[in-house]
């Protein structure tokens, strides 16, 4: 069935995708691989090693931090960008914001840029030390509750706004200065005569302004109201207000109709619905091997006809097309296809063998021997595999700049957590088969140091 509102919806998604791709420069294809790997990986991102794990990512350590050390934002089309998007909003149509700001401190990253210090907390009894490092604000726009909001659309509650149940309440350092109006005067007297006024409730004394000062609801009309003229007067300077006595907010709600409206259940559980039908649509989607996979997506966007090229050839065949044994007989199946059908796939995020490793390991090092003919040392080779261009010797109290071969060979980055220990012993299998051997402190490839000495140099 034709679903306008689905259609639209993913037509928006496919424009915010498009044009966030527009903003990215340099190794743009790599770097919009990296951002969907951002957003679509489970849990805290703690390195770039674990984006290279997750599934949308399909590339190697060295295209992830090539496009890292490459690739480049459009940092003011990306914010025009972000800005024009619909921002959630609460039952009355309010923008409400949440704010954190998080430090990532990085006390010994002493070359990095742009580093400030950061306040910190609960590093110490009644402490806060300041430690250098990235502070980061993170704002999110917060909707309201879907049985709250909808009974506020229905128009069965009234949302009067947020306001701390308790406050503490001062003389203003301009009060007697500054000549307030006879509604706002009245309120004041009544605050600063309460006995309470060093944990004033806010409810209570919305009703006793009411009661007591002619005309009070034309000033306030509802507690939360009452707070933002407390709030107002202490932008003045005529009363010192803090909420400290309050540990969080109360929303104000005025009841409209006490019973549930008509319609109520389907419209709070109609998210639900939507939801369960679109997991039983993708269930179906995976489980179902026998029939194209274009057709299911064009069946789901309402689309009639698929295009001609569609399973056309085996460069774009899918899966289920594959299972149909019609396929012209010059073509092969390929692994990829075979992969879907295995019964027990390897996650991506589980542990690669270890032979394997050494064996990965073993080439990058001989690789990169091989690229330098005066040959290197294991801590250069430590240092390109982590995809780290310089480093600092202690002994002559200076940064070493890594050789421009390495920089700009293909596994520079490509192995981020490597040990020290792991290149000794790479370089160490490497020499027991003859391929590297050890000239001083470097390490160089066998057959530049047999053509060197008048030999075949053949290995």
Known sequence: MHDPDREAAFGELVRFRQEFYECLTGRADALFELADAVLCTDGPIRSLVGLSLAPEHRRGHGALYDAVNCGRIDIARLRNLVAAQRLPRAADDRIVLAVDVTPWLRPDANTSPERSFCHTYGRGKDQHHMVPGWPYSIVAALETGRAFATLAAMGAVEDSGDFPPF?????????????????????????????????????????????????????????????????????????????????????????????????????????????????????????????????????????????????????????????????????????????????HPKSAGSPVDSTLHRRRLDDQVHRMIWDVRAGLHPTDLYNALRGEDSYYLAKSRRRVTLRRALVNSRYFGANPAVRIEDVHDSVARLADKNLVVQVGKVWRNVMYVQQEQGGTGRQ
């Open 167 to 343: 406050c503490t309440v001062k003389p203003g350092e301009l009060l007697g200065r500054s000549r307030p109006n006879e509604l706002e005067l009245a309120l004041i007297e009544q605050v600063l005569s309460s006995p309470t006024r060093a944990k004033l409730d806010i409810t209570q004394l919305d009703n006793q302004a009411a009661a007591a000062i002619p005309d009070y609801r034309e000033l306030a009309e509802n507690p939360a109201v009452t707070w933002q003229t407390l709030a107002d007067l202490h932008d003045r300077g005529l009363l010192d207000v803090s909420a400290a006595p309050s540990r969080r907010l109360v929303t104000g709600l005025r009841v409209i109709q006490s019973t549930l409206p008509r319609g109520f259940h389907k419209e709070v559980t109609g998210k639900v619905a939507r939801a369960a039908e679109e997991i039983r649509l993708l269930w179906d989607f995976f489980q179902d091997t026998t029939v194209c996979a274009n057709r299911k997506f064009a069946d789901y966007f309402g689309v009639g006809e698929l295009p001609d090229e569609c399973c056309s050839n085996a460069g774009n065949r899918c899966s289920a097309c594959w299972n149909d044994p019609t396929w012209p007989p010059r073509e092969s199946r390929p692994t990829v296809a075979d992969a879907f059908e295995t019964s």
